[in-house]
């Protein structure tokens, strides 16, 4: 399948949102077509429209603000939409490109299927840094490993 979105941003929506938003509104700027849940989903099945956004992309953004994952330890099933969506992402080979909010912690024993995600190369996010922050993001969209 060839890919018509450049990202798909991953979040919690309790207190992932705003800054989800943030970065979604800098990378459409940038002209990035981004995929946000509360934007570009059609009417239908929740879930299956979702998934099929994220296989159209080729970049995996994942918001992780305190306790993004905290729903995932103990989702043997994979049940939690988050989680669901790493393993998505995982599967499909998509970047991935996890941004790092202040207040974010990793939990103790993440399941095992999503266990990798803590050796992947993350962006810390600062407010005070944000233009550096979409910058960082950007090379890592375009594979500017080096750069970031």
Not at 29 to 56: A, C, K, P, S, T
Not at 88 to 102: C, F, G, S, V
Request: aromatic share 8%; with cysteine.
């Amino acid at each position: 399948m060839e890919s018509s979105l450049d990202v798909f941003i991953s979040y919690r929506r309790s207190n992932g949102s705003q800054l989800a938003s943030l970065i979604k509104n800098y990378l459409g700027i940038r002209n990035y077509r981004v995929f946000i849940d509360v934007v570009r989903l059609e009417n239908g099945n929740f879930g299956h429209n979702l998934l099929n956004h994220l296989r159209q992309a080729k970049n995996f953004v994942l918001i992780l603000t305190q306790g993004a994952l905290d729903r995932c330890v103990g989702d043997n099933e994979c049940n939690d939409w988050v989680h669901k969506e790493i393993v998505n992402a995982m599967q499909n080979r998509l970047n991935i490109i996890p941004i790092i909010d202040e207040k974010f912690t990793w939990p103790e024993l993440l399941p095992a299927d999503i266990r990798d995600l803590r050796t992947y190369n993350a962006i810390q996010w600062s407010h005070e840094f944000q233009k550096e922050c979409i910058d960082a993001i950007s090379m890592a969209i375009r594979g500017d490993l080096n750069a970031a």
